[in-house]
T-cell receptor
Framework: DGGITQSPKYLFRKEGQNVTLSCEQNLNHDAMYWYRQDPGQGLRLIYYSQIVNDFQKGDIAEGYSVSREKKESFPLTVTSAQKNPTAFYLC????????????FGDGTRLSIL | SQQGEEDPQALSIQEGENATMNCSYKTSINNLQWYRQNSGRGLVHLILIRSNEREKHSGRLRVTLDTSKKSSSLLITASRAADTASYFCATDRIRGAQKLVFGQGTRLTINP
């Protein structure tokens, strides 16, 4: 079955620690996205990538970093510079071009220890 | 920045009734999309309606788009307990490079 896999499902971060969230897709999609969702809120875009080896900042990129070395993978690192990292993180992918729906993984819930 | 706003924020109805959710947005769009999110899960795409379309159907779902009023509605007919979820509209802004902007969602509860 094609889809998007996010891991881990739950993650805990200590003060001053960087943590990396994994996102892998086997849908052969060119575009991938990272969103942050706070309780009772909609999604806010952190980073997106339309092609391998290229990515762009979204609306709330500060304190986060990404890489896109392979088409299938788009890991997100939450750095120690992100002072309020507790949230639900969602990864998505889509075909290139306009008018394409996005396909989502089941998320990673990050908490502070 | 949140472009879309859903109304109401929460809706509770009896099974079998119809549920209507509304979405308003601010800037010109390529398309508007509706997604469903079950508690603690990722989003599932429901319907995409392009800016030159006025109405679209998919099973028990009906979406309308009024670009002059910058608004859209999602109607779920003959609701079921399994429809209990949060529903989000998202807009793909013109020149937005496939960047979707999501509203804050409507939490729908279907009571058996």
């Amino acid at each position: 079955d094609g889809g998007i896999t996010q891991s881990p499902k739950y993650l805990f971060r200590k003060e001053g620690q960087n943590v990396t969230l994994s996102c892998e897709q086997n849908l052969n999609h060119d575009a991938m996205y990272w969103y942050r969702q706070d309780p009772g809120q909609g999604l806010r875009l952190i980073y997106y990538s339309q092609i391998v080896n290229d990515f762009q900042k979204g609306d709330i990129a500060e304190g986060y970093s990404v890489s896109r070395e392979k088409k299938e993978s788009f890991p997100l690192t939450v750095t120690s510079a992100q002072k309020n990292p507790t949230a639900f993180y969602l990864c998505a992918s889509s075909l290139s071009g306009y008018n394409q729906p996005q396909h989502f993984g089941d998320g990673t819930r990050l908490s502070i220890l | 920045s949140q472009q879309g706003e859903e109304d109401p924020q929460a809706l509770s109805i009896q099974e079998g009734e119809n549920a209507t959710m509304n979405c308003s947005y601010k800037t010109s769009i390529n398309n508007l999309q509706w997604y469903r999110q079950n508690s603690g899960r990722g989003l599932v795409h429901l319907i995409l309606i392009r800016s030159n379309e006025r109405e679209k159907h998919s099973g028990r779902l009906r979406v309308t788009l009024d670009t002059s009023k910058k608004s859209s509605s999602l109607l779920i007919t003959a609701s079921r307990a399994a429809d209990t979820a949060s529903y989000f509209c998202a807009t793909d802004r013109i020149r937005g490079a496939q960047k979707l902007v999501f509203g804050q969602g409507t939490r729908l509860t279907i009571n058996p």
